[in-house]
């Protein structure tokens, strides 16, 4: 995101009793693990409240959030209490001057403040870094999959993937799993895959020895997982997004407003789900251009 960026005003984007209402829809239809994302949902007014909704809609059983940390510090206890089970934090490095230089301001000293609160209000914790070549794609990897060695958490490596104006960049900065594991087992030791090497959710899970947390690669890249794929994206301005790296929407806000009953909408969700690409066909090219990743969310 630029420095100057315009955020949309916040009647274009859904409203609290909006999100909790499709919330219910899709449970109805057999969704049942629900993840705020972002831009940063910790900085969403009422976002304890939202997750206590979500949390106890039947048919919910995980709520999950994509956040940057910064404010977990103040809020772990209250989201965990809320129903919160789960935290993917973001942090690409864990040395102080690069996480500074990545992020323009932050210190990379909240982000663990962050991490131990979340640990200790009894939230499990994902740790979600992004490998970008020739930036943190060496000692960087290398120093996230070690904390697996002290922490019973799950540090995961994400390909970089293309998006917008900035997909010539993000294609050539992608690191492939293969390159990851290779420094890794250079410096660390062999890694032994988990449960065969099945994918638990998006990620592939290993450990180093005698490890108690585990390294996940997400590499949506080179190895993709699209046939198992069975999420679907709810953008804050309320379009439903049948694929992370497909430009093909659903408009939900539009019907919400112009009065459309809870029937109507799930007959039209229905019919989207059943539109849901195969494939994200970044092998043929084909690029997402009408937003970039901070307008959809993880």
Same mark, same amino acid.
């Given at each position: 995101?630029?420095?100057?960026i315009? !955020?949309?005003?916040?009647?274009?984007?859904?409203?609290d009793?909006? $999100?909790?209402?499709?919330?219910?829809?899709?449970?109805?239809?057999?969704?049942?693990?629900?993840?705020?994302?972002?831009g940063?949902?910790?900085?969403?007014?009422?976002?304890?409240?939202?997750?206590?909704?979500?949390?106890?809609?039947?048919?919910?059983?995980?709520? /999950?959030?994509?956040?940057?940390?910064l404010?977990l +510090?103040?809020?772990?206890?209250?989201?965990?209490?809320?129903?919160?089970?789960?935290?993917? $934090?973001?942090i690409?490095?864990?040395?102080? +001057?690069? !996480?500074?230089?990545? %992020?323009?301001?932050?210190?990379?000293?909240?982000?663990w403040?962050? =991490?131990? /609160?979340?640990?200790? /209000?009894? =939230?499990?914790?994902?740790?979600?870094?992004?490998?970008?070549?020739?930036?943190?794609?060496?000692?960087?990897v290398? +120093?996230?999959?070690?904390? %697996?060695?002290?922490?019973?958490?799950?540090?995961? !490596?994400?390909?970089?993937?293309?998006?917008? +104006?900035?997909?010539?960049?993000?294609?050539?900065?992608t690191?492939?799993q293969?390159?990851l594991?290779?420094?890794?087992?250079?410096?660390?030791?062999?890694l032994?895959?988990?449960?065969?090497g099945t *994918? &638990?959710?998006? /990620?592939?899970?290993? %450990?180093l020895?005698?490890?108690?947390?585990?390294i996940?690669?997400?590499?949506?890249? @080179?190895?993709?997982?699209?046939?198992?794929?069975?999420?679907v994206r709810?953008?804050? &301005?309320?379009? *439903?997004?049948?694929?992370?790296?497909?430009e093909k929407e659903?408009d939900?806000?539009?019907p919400?407003?112009?009065?459309? @009953?809870?029937?109507?909408?799930?007959?039209? =969700?229905?019919?989207? $789900?059943?539109?849901k690409?195969?494939g994200?066909?970044?092998?043929?090219d084909?690029?997402?251009?009408?937003?970039?990743?901070?307008e959809?969310?993880?």
């Amino acid at each position: 995101m630029s420095e100057d960026i315009t !955020f949309r005003p916040n009647a274009e984007l859904l409203q609290d009793n909006e $999100i909790i209402r499709l919330v219910k829809i899709f449970a109805t239809l057999g969704f049942y693990k629900f993840r705020l994302t972002g831009g940063e949902p910790t900085i969403r007014h009422n976002v304890v409240d939202i997750v206590s909704r979500i949390a106890q809609t039947e048919g919910v059983e995980t709520v /999950a959030m994509t956040t940057n940390g910064l404010l977990l +510090d103040e809020l772990a206890r209250p989201l965990a209490a809320a129903g919160l089970q789960r935290a993917n $934090i973001s942090i690409d490095t864990i040395d102080p +001057d690069k !996480f500074k230089k990545l %992020t323009r301001w932050g210190r990379v000293e909240q982000v663990w403040e962050g =991490i131990r /609160a979340a640990e200790e /209000a009894g =939230i499990e914790v994902k740790l979600n870094a992004v490998v970008v070549r020739n930036y943190n794609d060496k000692q960087d990897v290398v +120093d996230l999959a070690r904390l %697996t060695l002290e922490h019973g958490w799950q540090v995961r !490596f994400i390909e970089m993937m293309p998006f917008g +104006d900035v997909a010539d960049f993000q294609q050539s900065g992608t690191v492939s799993q293969k390159e990851l594991m290779e420094t890794i087992t250079a410096d660390l030791g062999s890694l032994t895959a988990v449960n065969d090497g099945t *994918l &638990d959710g998006e /990620a592939q899970l290993y %450990t180093l020895d005698n490890a108690p947390g585990t390294i996940g690669f997400i590499s949506s890249v @080179t190895q993709p997982f699209c046939a198992s794929c069975t999420r679907v994206r709810l953008t804050a &301005d309320g379009r *439903l997004r049948l694929c992370l790296l497909r430009e093909k929407e659903l408009d939900l806000l539009t019907p919400i407003r112009n009065g459309a @009953t809870d029937a109507e909408l799930t007959g039209v =969700i229905t019919e989207a $789900i059943w539109w849901k690409p195969w494939g994200h066909k970044l092998d043929k090219d084909v690029i997402p251009l009408n937003r970039g990743m901070s307008e959809i969310g993880g």
